[in-house]
């Protein structure tokens, strides 16, 4: 999962995911070790919300009140609008 994290860029951008335009803000802290990411479906009520830690022995992603699956198919999907 950190590759398609760390391939949304730092702060505010937009993306395409099913066809549908997002609003996403990233937000990267403790030295590159934590990362919250949040994404706005623009023109309906979608959103996802996400935290994702490395730690010394693994790396945990943590969904925000919704279903993993829902998480890992958006940060492997979405394309970022450049």
């Given at each position: 999962m950190l590759e398609f994290i760390t391939s949304i860029p730092e702060g505010y951008s937009e993306g395409k995911y099913q066809?549908?335009?997002y609003g996403i803000t990233k937000t990267t802290f403790n030295n590159g070790n934590s990362f919250k990411?949040?994404?706005?479906?623009?023109?309906?009520?979608?959103?996802?919300?996400?935290?994702f830690y490395i730690t010394k022995n693994n790396r945990y992603l943590k969904p925000c009140e919704m279903p993993e699956q829902k998480v890992?198919?958006?940060l492997k999907e979405v394309?970022?609008?450049i």
């Open positions: 066809d549908r335009k990411v949040y994404a706005k479906e623009l023109q309906g009520n979608d959103f996802i919300s996400l935290n890992i198919d958006f394309s970022i609008l």
